[in-house]
Structures are given as C-alpha cells and as structure tokens.
C-alpha cells in the first residue's frame, strides 16, 4: 500500500483536528522575493538546462544563452497572448 502525502489545507478549509497551532499554508507573499545576481543568472540558467547539483559548476556562457532566449520567447508569447 502506498502512503499518501501529507495534505495542506488552505485557510478557507478546516485544519487537520491533530495540528495545535495551524498556520495557513497557502498564503501569498506581502512583498516579493528580492533576487540577488548570482540568483538571476541561476534562474535564467535552469530555463535554459542548467540542473544546478551540489557539486556542479557555475553556470557557462552557453547555458545561459539558452536560457536567455528560452526566457524571451516566453516573454513574447505572454505578450502576444495579452493581444
């Protein structure tokens, strides 16, 4: 038998009864996550096929090209969707 995963519950729903402090777990953030460089080139690396392991390298100049051209031709789809 396979063990299911532990649900989270939204603050519309009822908590589980054996929480004795339940916080909402699906809340939006306040204020948006700030990204420092390093953290944008990574982000932009992964679109692009980085995977980012522990013993990995930086990110090269190729992947992040990928990346860059994956992330503009999103953006240009999301623009001409608004359209």
């Known amino acids: 038998m396979l063990a299911h995963p532990q649900k989270t519950h939204c603050p519309q729903q009822r908590p589980p009864h054996n929480t004795p402090n339940p916080r909402p777990v699906c809340h939006l953030r306040s204020t948006p996550r700030r990204y420092d460089e390093k953290s ?3 982000l932009v690396a992964k ?10 390298p930086p990110p090269g100049h190729q992947i992040i ?3 860059y ?7 240009l789809g999301f ?3 608004d359209e």
């Open 40 to 42: 944008r080139v990574r």
């Open 47 to 56: 679109i692009g096929g980085y995977l980012g392991r522990k013993n990995d």
């Open 65 to 67: 090209w990928q990346g």
């Open 69 to 75: 051209t994956a992330l503009r031709f999103m953006s």
């Open 79 to 81: 623009a001409l969707s």
